[in-house]
């Protein structure tokens, strides 16, 4: 355990908090995660501290829980599992170090959010590649080592995309760099010999990111990262095609993405589009969903600083041959909402309440990536399961975005529940628990496995365990990084 006064010596007085109230927001989140109360919360202004830190810790086996994002959390992966544990909470840490048009990059640290980098990067006429409706309280950093999936699948080349380079503090106390961050010469003389940390592979023909990325701060601290950025479109033009069958709008979305036609593209149901739209509950909510059919496909157009009618215009004659070839329709609105409006919604963070909470203030997510064939198997399989844990189905959000220019799919089910409820709670807990190995069977790949279903997921692969156990065993000898996660 480590001393106050040495925590205070480093992060003075008032960045050390120890207050009951205040631990409690972090003993547990809106996952199924076991309560635990952390010693202390610390705040940190730079990487010295960090490093401080994490030598201190080491050496007082004191397990740390690195947290930038703000509540509510969701997912059980900042809730500690071990007692006497130090949340490291970066959410103060909101440099915007740079935004670089010309080789469209941004490079900031891991307390900044979707609503404090978007305006940044809109300035210099940029936009980042964003998911799907993140929290007004989401970390970028941490959204991109989390490998959520980003709503614009034409500029997703891998599926680490849009991370390029960090810089993180291993659980050994050493600082790493990654990608083409790593050197030669510091970030200064990068700059000044014209470098823009844009290369994530690296160093050496090692990548370091895809071991970090998806870790949930088992490895190491994260002090700022850079992201790849896009250009900002001149002209758009949103469309909706609507069906209750979803193979054909499946069918649609693969020509789209193959032929990198449309910016923005991915599928929801009629419950996701109205929990996303509806402002009053439930009549909003209801009115919208029962307009709409039951899969809504959502695509956009983009036209740039040259010729941006000529070249949509162009897509649009694409378009119509996909229709053609899928029998579907789209069109400017649909159930009476708005393809702008809804555009002008999924390039912003959620507004508040988080979209995900309106329904019925609490939500579990179960989430894979499957191949385009199983796509609906899977959604098929998790419906008749839903179906038989006595969860309303019609109820249950789904979300499909092509990933990785259309390869794979992740697909995404929203289990909206009330927490007040104890019935409710135990049938999506359960649910959430006992559909796994079928989803499985149907070919569902679980990448980004969280809590208590993570150790079922990663045990059925003893060689990923074991080569993952080796790379922490390098980085963090101690096993002070976030105890208890994944497969540690």
């Known amino acids: 355990m480590i001393e106050k006064a040495k925590l205070v010596a480093i992060f003075g007085a008032e960045n050390v908090i120890d207050e009951p109230g205040v631990l409690e927001e972090y003993a547990s989140d809106m996952s199924f995660m076991a309560r635990m109360m952390p010693d202390y919360v610390v705040r940190p202004k730079n990487t010295e501290q960090i490093r401080s830190l994490v030598s201190l810790a080491r050496e007082t086996q004191t397990p740390l829980i690195p947290v930038s994002s703000g509540a509510p959390h969701l997912r059980g992966d900042t809730v500690p599992t071990a007692g006497g544990a130090i949340i490291v909470d970066l959410s103060t840490m909101k440099k915007i ?20 980098l978007i305006p940044a990067c809109t300035k210099e006429k940029l936009r980042l590649n964003i998911p799907l409706l993140p929290r007004a309280t989401k970390s970028v950093t941490a959204s991109m080592l989390e490998r959520e999936p980003v709503i614009i699948p034409k500029y997703h080349w891998d599926i680490a995309d849009p991370l390029n380079c960090v810089e993180i503090i291993f659980g050994t106390g050493d600082m790493f760099r990654t990608g083409a961050a790593a050197g030669p010469g510091s970030l200064e003389e990068q700059w000044a010999a014209g470098g823009a940390q844009v290369e994530a592979a690296g160093p050496s023909s090692a990548s370091w990111y895809r071991v970090i990325g998806g870790s949930q701060g088992t490895m190491g601290i994260v002090t700022w990262s850079s992201a790849r950025c896009e250009l900002l479109p001149s002209l758009e033009e949103p469309f909706f095609v609507g069906s209750d069958d979803l193979s054909r709008l499946m069918e649609m979305v693969h020509w789209l993405v193959r032929l990198t036609i449309p910016n923005e593209c991915f599928i929801l149901n009629n419950a996701s589009v109205a929990a996303i739209m509806a402002k009053k509950w439930p009549d909003d909510y209801t009115r919208i969903k029962d307009a709409l059919p039951m899969w809504v496909l959502f695509y956009n157009l983009a036209g740039f600083d040259y010729y941006p009618e000529e070249r949509i215009a162009t897509h649009r004659e694409d378009v119509k041959e996909i229709e053609q070839r899928t029998f579907v ?3 400017r609105s649909l159930g009476k909402i708005s393809a702008f409006e809804f555009l002008k919604v ?4 959620s507004s508040e309440p988080y979209w995900k909470l309106r329904a019925k203030g609490a939500c579990h997510d179960v989430m894979c990536i499957a191949n385009f064939q199983g796509v609906e198997r899977v959604v098929r399989k998790m419906i008749h399961l839903a179906a038989d844990a006595g969860y309303a189905t019609p109820d249950m959000g789904i979300y499909i975005q092509p990933v990785v220019q259309g390869v794979n799919y992740h697909v995404e089910f929203n289990l909206f529940y009330d927490r007040n409820s104890r019935r409710e709670t135990e049938r999506v807990r359960g649910l959430a628990t006992n559909c796994i190995n079928p989803l499985m069977a149907e070919g569902a790949f679980f990448s980004r496995p969280y809590g208590d279903v993570a150790r079922l997921i990663l045990n059925r692969d003893a060689a990923t365990v074991m080569a993952l156990n080796r790379v922490k065993a390098i980085v963090d000898p101690a096993g002070i990084m976030n105890p208890g996660k994944l497969c540690f």
Request: charged share 25%.
């Open 346 to 349: 999924v390039q912003a963070p």
């Open 329 to 331: 329709e789209s069109t």
């Open 97 to 116: 170090i740079r935004v670089d048009r010309t080789n469209r990059v941004c490079m900031f640290e891991p307390g900044v959010t979707f609503t404090e």
